[in-house]
C-alpha cells in the first residue's frame, strides 16, 4: 500500500438535481454510491469512506451493511467509514460488527469515530448531547478493550456493566481495524487519538487552514507527549471536495448550480470565495493537483486524503468522470509528489497485515 492513500467519501445525501428538479430516490442513492465505491477501485484508488447518518436526506444508516456489500463487489480498495456514531452506538456493537466485516473483506476495513453533526440523534438513540464528548470518551475505552482483551469486565456511566464478556468475532489474526477519530472543532478528540495513538482525521472541507492546522497541531504535540513517536509521525487525515472538467470554466459553470442549492453551501459566500476560504476546489484536474499540494504544504506529511465527490443533486455520470479524473489524471501525480517530499521515518498508511503484498 502506498504511504498516503488517495480516496473519496460520500455522506449519502439525497439533493433534487436543479437541472430536472428530480431527486433519486433512496433505493437510488444506494446504489450509486456501491456503484462510486466499485468504480473507485475500478480507477485505482486506495479508499472509499462512507458517513453515517439516521435521519433525512441522508440514506446510510448501516455503514457496515453497505461496505459489506461493496466487499463483495470489490478486492483491493479498502472499506471504511466517514463516520461512525462512538456516542450514540452501542460499544459492543461496533465491535462485532466491524470486526465481522474485516473478516468478510478480509482485513480491507478501518474506520473513523465521530460524534457526527446531527444534535437529534442523540436522543434517538436514548443518549443526551450534553454527554457527547464523555460518551466518545468512555464507549471508544471500552471498544478497545473488547476488541483487544478476549474476556472483559467493565463498568462504566453509560451503559450497564459487563462481566465476563467476550465479542465476536475476535478481529482478523488478533488485529482490530486500524481507527481513525475524525473532529472539525473538538480539541478533545485530537486529544483522545493522540492518547491512543490512533489516527486523526480533520475533514477541513468547510474550513480555512488556520483552524485545521491548529488541530492537527496539537494532535502531534500530543502524539509525541503520549509516546508514540515524533509528531512528524503522527496518523493524519484530511478532507476535500472536487469537481473536475478539462476547462476550469466549464467545471465552475457546471457545479454553480448545485453550490447555490447546497444546503450547507447555498445563501453564503459565493463560489470563489468559497474555493479561496476552504478546500473546495472547482476547476481542471491541474487546479486540482495544485490545491492538494498546497495541502502537504500547509500541514506536513499525511497518510489519507479523501475527496468528496457526490452528493448535492449531482448526476451519476458527473460523479465518475470525477473518480476517472482522480484515476487517470490527479492521483498518479499526487503519488509521485507526496513520496519525493516524504520526510524519512514517516509511516506508510497504515493498513491491516493481511493486505499488505
Known amino acids: 500500500m502506498p504511504g498516503t492513500q488517495f480516496g473519496i467519501f460520500s455522506v449519502g445525501d439525497i439533493a433534487p438535481d436543479p437541472a430536472t428538479g428530480r431527486a433519486p430516490t433512496e433505493h437510488e442513492r444506494l446504489t450509486r454510491m456501491v456503484e ?130 467476550t465479542s465476536t468475532p475476535r478481529p482478523l489474526d488478533g488485529v482490530p481495524p486500524f481507527v481513525w477519530h475524525g473532529a472539525i472543532r473538538s480539541p478533545e478528540i485530537a486529544e483522545q487519538a493522540a492518547y491512543y495513538g490512533d489516527g486523526f482525521f480533520a475533514n477541513n472541507i468547510f474550513w480555512p487552514v488556520d483552524h485545521t ?40 459553470r457546471e457545479f454553480e448550480p448545485y453550490f447555490r442549492r447546497s444546503p450547507i453551501y447555498g445563501g453564503g459566500p459565493s463560489l470563489a470565495e468559497t474555493m479561496r476560504t476552504t478546500p473546495l476546489s472547482v476547476g481542471s484536474p491541474q487546479e486540482v493537483l495544485d490545491r492538494t499540494m498546497r495541502f502537504h504544504e500547509d500541514f506536513g506529511d499525511y497518510q489519507r486524503q479523501l475527496f468528496n465527490v457526490d452528493g448535492m443533486g449531482l448526476p451519476p455520470e458527473a460523479v465518475l468522470d470525477q473518480i476517472d479524473f482522480l484515476g487517470e489524471e490527479v492521483v498518479p501525480v499526487l503519488r509521485k509528489e507526496f513520496e519525493s517530499r516524504r520526510a524519512p521515518g514517516v509511516p506508510d498508511a497504515p493498513v491491516h497485515p493481511a493486505v499488505r503484498p
Do not use: C
Open 36 to 165: 462510486t465505491a466499485v468504480r473507485a477501485e475500478e480507477a485505482g484508488l486506495d479508499v472509499f469512506a462512507t458517513g453515517e447518518h439516521h435521519n433525512p436526506p441522508f440514506v446510510p444508516s448501516s455503514p457496515t451493511t453497505l461496505l459489506g456489500f461493496v466487499a463483495a463487489r470489490t478486492h483491493r480498495i479498502v472499506l471504511s467509514t466517514s463516520t461512525t456514531l462512538i456516542t450514540t452506538n452501542d460499544p459492543v456493537k461496533i465491535a462485532e460488527d466491524y470486526a465481522m466485516l474485516q473478516h468478510l473483506a478480509e482485513g480491507r476495513v478501518d474506520l473513523m469515530m465521530g460524534r457526527g453533526n446531527t444534535g437529534p440523534v442523540y436522543p434517538w438513540f436514548g443518549k443526551d448531547i450534553r454527554d457527547g464528548i464523555p460518551l466518545a470518551v468512555e464507549n471508544y475505552a471500552l471498544l478497545r478493550r473488547l476488541w483487544r482483551e478476549d474476556v472483559v469486565d467493565w463498568e462504566g456511566r453509560f451503559r450497564t456493566p459487563l462481566q465476563g464478556f
Open 213 to 252: 492546522r491548529r488541530l492537527i497541531d496539537l494532535y502531534r504535540a500530543r502524539f509525541e507527549h503520549h509516546g508514540h513517536g515524533p509528531a512528524a509521525h503522527a496518523i493524519v487525515g484530511l478532507g476535500g471536495q472536487v469537481y473536475m472538467r478539462r476547462n476550469s470554466q466549464d467545471a465552475k
